[in-house]
């Protein structure tokens, strides 16, 4: 399968040195079954056709879905134009970016940042999901936006207090995306935190979340999930 990952960030200071880029992280995950364009968004990049590529992969960032960026709007474009025929995955922007697209609204959230392994429980089970009975779902997260009106025709899968739409499966759209970051590593989310203390994090916060990623974490499971959403029969 061909795979277009849609880069709409990059690790910030040094860290693209010490662990890749978001596209990167998402080969390593994914395994090396797939073959795998990048595509600086941010640059004004994007495929020429959503035929160009099987399925589609959209990154982090650390833009907001309201900022008005001049590449926003095109990729919106784009993933309206990938509806329903090649298959899309979101994460945390690319999560919220999607549901805009879809005629849902992100914000930023009262509630602030999101950091460390957040848990979430499993609402609904999708076929890729397969005969998966956990409860719940942990996997590290990084975001202070939030969706929160959501788009008319999204499934909730996973939930939190925290993050109410923290998975999501458009069936229709062919479809899924994710808050949560499993392409992550705990050292890789470890030092983004250390970069942000002081800054965005109270230490107390910074230590907390990084305490939190020191537990297991259902990385491993989600890539399974989403290659099963890449490899289903079409």
Not at 69 to 86: R, T, V
Not at 159 to 175: C, K
């Amino acid at each position: 399968m061909d795979l277009g990952i849609l880069e709409t960030g990059a690790p910030p200071g040094d860290l693209k040195n010490h662990f890749g880029s978001y596209g990167d992280m998402f080969r390593q995950m994914l395994g090396p079954d797939y073959r795998y364009s990048y595509y600086d968004v941010r640059g004004g990049k994007l495929p020429e056709q959503v035929g160009r590529h099987d399925a589609y992969l959209i990154t982090g960032s650390a833009s907001g879905v309201y900022d008005g960026d001049p590449w926003i709007e095109p990729l919106k474009q784009f993933i309206q134009q990938s509806s329903g025929q090649a298959p899309m995955v979101g994460i945390c922007f690319g999560h919220q970016i999607m549901a805009e697209a879809y005629g849902g609204h992100v914000t930023k959230s009262p509630k602030g940042w999101g950091a460390g392994l957040h848990r979430y429980d499993i609402k609904r089970r999708a076929d890729w999901m397969n005969s998966d009975s956990e409860l719940t779902l942990s996997i590290p997260v990084s975001h202070q936006d939030q969706i929160i009106d959501l788009p008319p025709d999204a499934k909730v899968l996973a939930a939190s207090d925290f993050t109410p739409y923290a998975v999501l499966e458009y069936p229709e759209r062919r479809a899924i995306s994710f808050q949560g970051h499993p392409e992550f590593s705990p050292e890789y989310a470890t030092a983004l935190i250390d970069l942000r203390r002081g800054t965005r994090y109270q230490q107390d916060f910074a230590d907390a979340a990084v305490a939190s990623l020191q537990t297991p974490n259902d990385a491993v499971r989600v890539a399974k999930w989403i290659r099963n959403f890449l490899n289903a029969p079409r």
